[in-house]
């Protein structure tokens, strides 16, 4: 079992900055988060990926936010973060970190992350 707990949201102009963090524990197998992911939601629309990382290193993000956002973990702190900067208003939804043992997941969107925090939000004017 993985339980996934976010902070750091909240409300910021455009164009600022903030870093979302999510803690990680593992009870069991610990490749249960082998793949870990940044994802969010707007109301009414599909949640998407914006930002996965594996544990070889591989790191992926989606298009709009390439070269504003950083994925980063902290093994020692079980700790997995996101930097957002220069924030768009196009950027307010609810940010969501997940886990999955498959690490090949990242964002291929073949298949559902089997962990899931509770979600915080952004809001971005």
């Known amino acids: 079992q993985v339980q996934l707990v976010e902070s750091g949201g909240g409300s910021v102009q455009a164009g600022g900055s903030l870093t979302l963090s999510c803690v990680v524990s593992v009870s069991g197998y610990s490749g249960n988060k082998d793949c870990m992911g940044w994802f969010r939601q707007v109301p009414g629309k599909e949640r998407e990926g914006i930002a996965a990382?594996?544990?070889?290193?591989?790191?992926v993000y989606k298009d709009s936010v390439k070269g504003r956002f950083t994925i980063s973990q902290d093994n020692a702190k079980r700790t997995l973060y996101l930097q957002m900067d220069d924030l768009k208003p196009e950027d307010t939804a609810v940010y969501y970190c997940a886990a999955d043992p498959r690490r090949w997941l990242l964002l291929t969107g073949d298949y559902e992350y089997s962990y899931w925090g509770q979600g915080t939000q952004v809001t971005v004017s």
């Open positions: 990382i594996n544990s070889d290193g591989k790191i």
